[in-house]
């Protein structure tokens, strides 16, 4: 068989670390030159003017081996199909299809193959494939190339960022009274996640609650492209205003004031995830009973890059019951963290390396008990994990100048948030 680097790396346990740590790079754009315009790097033409200049015979050099032609085939995924369906409708055999699939895999959880995605092959006069792509949600690409030098890479689209804002006010419950303001009902969620260890959206509503969002749609073209994401809210609820700042493209912190003072202060380990699931009792959604999450779960996607909260000292790198694939770190003071579920870890860290905040440490994904990719996230105090959305132990309390730049920018939000109020008429 033809194609067996995947296989191969699979079997060298070297996968999570071949693959996981390619860097996403746009395709390149290659300009040709003029035929008369062709330069060597010093600049001379290749092929000079001069009469004397000398010319080159057919026995000075082999000829190029012409390229194989090739033949594109793609195909939109239907209800029931499955990867290997689809590669064998290619025409491709049991042991090609499983290199493509390992391929596509270490950038994509297959599982979650989808109506809507689309497979492309480029396939060689042999029948065997030069490239793989699959085109899956939010525009992007899983793009596999094999030959002498096999790669995967993700493409991502470009995308434009446009603001939105709204206003609602709570007569039964936050999720009625996002739909009725036409606000995404996804931040209803959100919203209880953040504040659930300071006021309990889903219990505690009265009625009369004033609530004011700003929030990201991301456009590539005309077509909006992944679901929204949140940047500012301000509630007034009963026992005073919250203003949560949520962090942008650049940042990893979400930081939460209540009155004008700085209530709590969180760093994510991913930065655009998604909060998913909080600290305490929930339906486990793989056992389905009720049971102690010790953690926060982030939703995100298969490979997204995992970094360290806050500086540490690499202490455990491998597999934990349950957590699969596992990076712990100790913070000093009996504090640490654990970072849960990975599909790769970083291979240039050490077990007792110490690294910086924001050093990448490995690679989201679904190992160990889990049903989608998405990392666990949990801080331990002397053994016994805390929640993250109310610890002090790894964040401390913030300087008056990260304060004082942070209501700034709370400030910023405001203005721009009753700009957008006021455009909408």
């Avoid at 953040?194 to 969002?213: K, M, N, S, V, Y």
């Avoid at 730049?405 to 009753?418: A, F, R």
Wanted: glycine share 10%; net charge negative.
């Amino acid at each position: 068989m033809r194609l067996r680097y995947w296989t191969a790396m699979f079997a060298a346990g070297g996968i999570a670390i071949g693959l996981s740590y390619l860097v996403d790079t746009p395709a390149e754009h290659v300009t040709a030159l003029p035929d008369t315009a062709k330069t060597d790097q010093s600049g001379d033409n290749l092929i000079a003017d001069d009469q004397n200049a000398s010319v080159e015979t057919d026995a000075d050099f082999e000829k190029p081996t012409a390229a194989k032609d090739t033949e594109t085939w793609s195909q939109v995924v239907g209800m029931g199909d499955s990867l290997s369906g689809l590669l064998a409708k290619a025409g491709l055999d049991t042991e090609t299809s499983r290199e493509v699939i390992l391929a596509i895999g270490s950038e994509f959880d297959v599982r979650h193959l989808k109506p809507g995605h689309r497979l492309a092959l480029e396939l060689s006069d042999d029948g065997l494939p030069q490239t793989a792509t699959l085109e899956i949600d939010d525009g992007s690409r899983i793009q596999a190339t094999f030959g002498k030098a096999p790669t995967v890479q993700r493409l991502e689209p470009e995308l434009v960022s446009v603001r939105h804002a709204g206003e609602a006010t709570v007569n039964s419950s936050i999720f009625a009274a996002l739909d009725g303001a036409g606000i995404p009902t996804r931040f209803a969620t959100d919203l209880e996640l953040i504040l659930g260890e300071t006021f309990d959206l889903r219990t505690q509503l009265a009625g009369g609650e004033h609530i004011r969002l700003m929030w990201r749609e991301h456009h590539s073209g005309d077509r909006v492209v992944g679901d929204p994401t949140i940047d500012f809210a301000q509630l007034d609820l009963a026992d005073g205003r919250y203003e949560i700042l949520w962090p942008d493209d650049n940042s990893r912190r979400t930081t939460i004031f209540k009155d004008g003072e700085l209530l709590q202060t969180f760093d994510q380990p991913i930065r655009g995830a998604r909060l998913s699931s909080a600290f305490g009792l929930r339906m486990h959604p793989v056992h389905g009973t009720v049971r102690m999450h010790s953690g926060l779960d982030f939703a995100t996607r298969q490979g997204a890059a995992v970094e360290a909260t806050q500086r540490g000292t690499v202490l455990f790198m491998g597999k934990r019951s349950g957590y699969g694939t596992v990076v712990e770190l100790d913070h000093g003071n009996g504090v640490q963290t654990l970072y849960a579920h990975l599909s790769a870890m970083n291979e240039k860290l050490e077990i007792g390396q110490q690294i910086d905040a924001g050093t990448p440490i490995g690679r989201a994904g679904s190992t160990g008990t889990s049903t989608a990719p998405h990392l666990h996230y949990e801080i331990r105090v002397d053994g016994t994990p805390v929640s993250p959305l109310a610890d002090t132990h790894l964040h401390g309390s913030s300087s008056r100048a990260r304060t004082k730049n942070t209501l700034s920018l709370v400030g910023e939000m405001q203005t721009e948030l009753d700009r957008l109020l006021a455009s909408r008429g």
